[in-house]
């Protein structure tokens, strides 16, 4: 019986191979070149006397005992991580590396006034920032690439603990000169849906500028464009529509030198939760609610 054990870095390159589907963009993943993570697969392969992977010029197919190992992989990096944050979490909280994902709608705006109260008041925090859409940077949470995620409730976000940050409105944002001459506050039923812009899939404040507006068409009518906030503005102040803001980046300038105006969406549900998740039962979980805490201050 053999008794070679894969190391934790070659399994972390066959994972980073398999969500890439591509040697060159796994290797990058990695902070490696193409030829040590290729290297590194070989390895492992030739240790274990099995092909994991077929390659060809342009495909890379993970034969189906790879994917066995793959999915066998996951779960041994999990347990990796999660040894290596028990044994910070017995360190001084807030200490040492954190791998955050924040989502698009919030990084430019909260960050920005956050970030250098927690530099000053906890310098031995190393904080490590990747901005990802909703659903990527819960895959990267759930596949232990990152430590905790900021992002907008309610979403589907798989077996996590939270802590609520703030609550954050919903603004309808048209042009300075809308012929319509809107109220104080803006009724869902007052939304042209053929004018309604919003951004593409995967970001959740799609999902909840529709909810908040309970009108099922505008999911089908709605013109989907937009890749960031700052674009969607660009768009409406060159008068092609309207659409929905948080009222985060409104305080954070985003309407600065535009001639966009916005207005409360009114209703009962129009404001998105902003939250700090991370996965369950994670031995850090008092280290991310004191995190929030300092999130919540700034």
């Known amino acids: 019986m053999s008794t070679y054990l894969p190391t934790i ?10 969500e890439q589907q591509h040697f060159g963009r796994a290797a990058e993943a990695s902070f490696v070149s193409q030829s040590t993570l290729s290297a590194g697969i070989r390895e492992l392969e030739s240790l274990l006397g099995v092909t994991l992977v077929e390659r060809s010029r342009r495909v890379v197919r ?24 028990l044994v910070q979490a017995a360190g001084k909280p807030l200490s040492g590396e954190l791998r955050m994902s924040v989502i698009p709608t919030i990084a430019p705006f909260l960050l920005p006034r956050i970030l250098p109260r927690l530099r000053k008041e906890r310098p031995q925090l190393k904080l490590f920032l990747r901005e990802e859409t909703s659903d990527q940077a819960l895959e990267s949470l759930h596949h232990g690439r990152a430590d905790c995620v900021l992002l ?10 939270s802590a609520k940050i703030c609550d954050d409105e919903l603004y309808v944002a048209f042009p300075k000169d809308d012929p319509r001459d ?21 970001h959740c404040l799609k999902e909840h500028a529709l909810a908040a507006c309970n009108r099922p068409e505008l999911n089908a009518s709605a013109t989907m464009i937009g890749t960031s906030l700052h674009t969607l503005v660009q768009m409406v102040d060159n008068g092609l529509g309207l659409t929905m803001l948080p009222q985060m980046a409104i305080d954070a300038g985003i309407l600065h030198e535009t001639n ?3 207005r409360p969406l009114q209703g009962d549900h129009t404001s998105r939760e902003i939250a700090l998740v991370w996965r369950a039962n994670s031995p850090r979980s008092d280290e991310f609610r004191l995190l929030a805490e300092e999130l919540r201050a700034g």
Do not use: C, W
């Open 9 to 18: 870095k070659q399994l972390q390159y066959l994972v980073a191979l398999h």
């Open 62 to 85: 993970f034969t189906p005992l790879g994917n066995s190992v793959v999915e066998k992989a996951h779960r041994v990096l999990r347990e990796a991580e999660e040894l290596a944050e």
């Open 260 to 262: 966009v105006v916005a």
């Open 182 to 202: 809107p109220p104080a506050e803006i009724s869902p039923a007052m939304i042209d849906e053929g004018r309604l812009l919003l951004l593409e899939d995967g």
């Open 152 to 161: 907008a409730l309610p979403f589907a976000t798989g077996e996590v603990e």
